[in-house]
């Protein structure tokens, strides 16, 4: 389960939940259910924050989650639940490791889950036929050389900035690529290219992402390259997604709030379930759901078989590197396998136009889930897309929305809406105290990647919600404990600046007056 910091507890201790409500019995939020977590090289490092108060508790069940039933106690652990952490730490334990953290060709082990034998490498199938397979991996890692600082006009202010580059989005949007493309060169010599130097303002660090991704848009069009092209590249994705986990409660805000959106719909008798997901990455958003499952079928009161979760991944030709997909497997067979439960993952290279049935092997007695992030892969959107995904009558739809994706808006509307969204990630990170290395990781790899499909992405589509609703798909609401569960996860942030908003049936986590991330869920 993903954490803030080095560890975050999910659980009360015995003597506050004592004391807060004795035996009353324990609620569905995920946010308190903890399964054994697997060990990692941090836990037996740092000790376990302290955790959250009764009076906390009491008063997010008084603020809005009175429906909730009280948490109970649970045993004190020190280990640190963090998922991604777990991948990162794996085969670690002992040694020194590089200036990224990494072993070397431990990193890159088959077998560095031991003792579980490893699982088949996922291959990437379409119409049958394999598409790609792990390549030969180095047998040790190259620490590329630190970029030579850039020199940087100190006069070129924020605002000045934006204006010029929404003057360049307005004339690559009327065709006019010379006139955009001369002043995107004046703005490359004045921005900052990651990394930003200390104490440049967010603003123009996601500036310098915009001008990158607006400058690939203009004709001739270069093919972007895949932000991931090698095993090095998959190490250091990895290690921005685990150190966006640790820094910034958005990915902990998503996971939690996505996973009680799927156990209110499936409900408490789900045994079987089947999970299509637009956007695996590296699979740190469902553990929770499958500590869930485990925690339902351990406190049963009649002996039923273990549950079984089937993960099918689609993925777009070559958005993935193959090292990607085989470290998702690998690590969530090793979790089930500490959960006790069943689990099979496969990876499909998806094409929503393909003539040939896109999706097999779905069984009659499975609940079907569907999980889609907006802004990620134009293809989960597209109206074909979701034609496929009505066809396979999910029980629910669960909507990740990172709260920049307005295609459907002239060129310049869209960009500054990308540009204040990326802005207020940055900022929100530095004022969280994270390290130059974490924000750059996450500029870089993160960040970087979703500008560029936002901004060059194909043709303008009509808003998401416009289209879910008009192919069938009506929005669902979120449960009283989904929101008390996301305001008791702001409580234990050190960082003030983040609050929580429903509209209508959506959920989301703003950074002081910019939407970061929302969620929401959809049934047809």
């Known amino acids: 389960m993903i954490t803030t910091g080095s560890t975050m507890s999910c659980t009360l201790d015995n003597a506050a939940g004592k004391r807060l409500h004795g035996k009353s019995p ?3 939020s995920v946010l308190y259910n903890r399964s054994p977590s697997p060990p990692t090289s ?8 302290p955790p959250i108060s009764a009076e906390d508790w009491e008063a997010v069940l008084l603020s809005g989650g009175s429906d909730m039933a009280a948490p109970a106690p649970a ?6 639940s963090s998922f991604l952490r777990w991948i990162m730490d794996a085969g670690y334990a002992d040694g020194d490791g590089d200036a990224f953290g990494f072993k070397g ?3 890159f082990d088959p077998n560095f889950l031991s003792p579980l034998p490893p699982p088949p490498m996922p291959q990437l199938q379409q ?4 598409v790609f397979s792990l390549p030969q991996l ?3 890692l190259p620490v590329p050389p630190h970029p030579l600082p850039v020199p940087q006009e100190p006069d070129l202010e924020p605002q000045a900035a934006v204006d010029e580059l929404l003057e360049a989005a307005r004339r690559a949007d009327a065709g006019d690529s010379t006139g955009a493309r001369e002043i995107l ?3 490359n010599q004045r921005l900052p290219s990651p990394p930003a130097p200390p104490g440049h303002p967010p603003l123009l660090r996601a500036a310098a992402l915009l001008r990158d991704a607006l400058l690939q848009r203009l004709p001739p069009a270069a093919v972007p390259s895949a932000p991931v092209r090698s095993p090095l590249d998959v190490a250091l994705k990895l290690a921005a997604h685990k150190a966006l986990a640790d820094a910034s409660p958005t990915v902990q805000f998503a996971g939690f709030t996505s996973t009680q959106a799927f156990l209110d719909a499936l409900g408490a008798g789900a045994r079987r379930v089947h999970v299509v997901d637009f956007d695996v990455g590296f699979g740190g958003h469902w553990p929770p759901l499958m500590q869930e499952l485990a925690h339902q079928w351990r406190r049963s009161t009649t002996p039923t078989p273990a ?10 030709p070559g958005s993935r590197h193959p090292l990607e997909l085989h470290l998702t497997q690998e690590s969530l067979t090793r979790f089930a396998a500490e959960l006790g439960i069943a689990f099979e993952f496969t990876a499909v290279a998806f094409d929503p136009f393909s003539p040939s049935p896109p999706l097999t092997g779905f069984s009659s007695d499975e609940a079907v889930a569907v999980h889609v992030t907006v802004g990620t892969d134009a293809l989960a959107l597209a109206p074909a897309s979701l034609r496929v995904i009505k066809q396979l009558r999910p029980a629910v739809v669960v909507c990740v929305d990172h709260g920049c994706d307005r295609a459907d808006l002239p060129l310049p509307n869209h960009a500054l809406n990308v540009l204040r969204s990326c802005a207020a990630l940055v900022e929100s990170l530095d004022t969280a105290g994270a390290s130059l290395d974490v924000v750059a990781k996450v500029e870089q790899f993160i960040l970087r990647p979703r500008v560029d499909r936002l901004i060059t992405g194909g043709d303008k589509l009509p808003p998401w919600r416009s289209m879910f609703a008009s192919t069938g798909f009506t929005p669902l609401q979120l449960s009283n404990a989904t929101e008390a569960q996301a305001e008791c996860l702001l409580r234990r942030s050190t960082n003030h600046g983040f609050h929580v908003e429903k509209r209508q049936a959506a959920l989301a986590l703003w950074w002081q007056r910019s939407e970061l991330v929302s969620v929401s869920a959809w049934r047809c």
Do not use: I
């Open 105 to 107: 060709p431990a990193f």
């Open 185 to 187: 060169a004046r703005l």
């Open 26 to 28: 324990e609620p569905t």
């Open 75 to 80: 045993a004190h652990s020190t280990q640190d």
């Open 138 to 140: 180095p047998q040790q």
């Open 127 to 130: 119409h049958g036929e394999e």
């Open 42 to 49: 941090s836990s037996h490092s740092h000790s376990e924050p």
């Open 307 to 316: 549950p079984a979760l089937k993960l099918t991944a689609l993925v777009s």
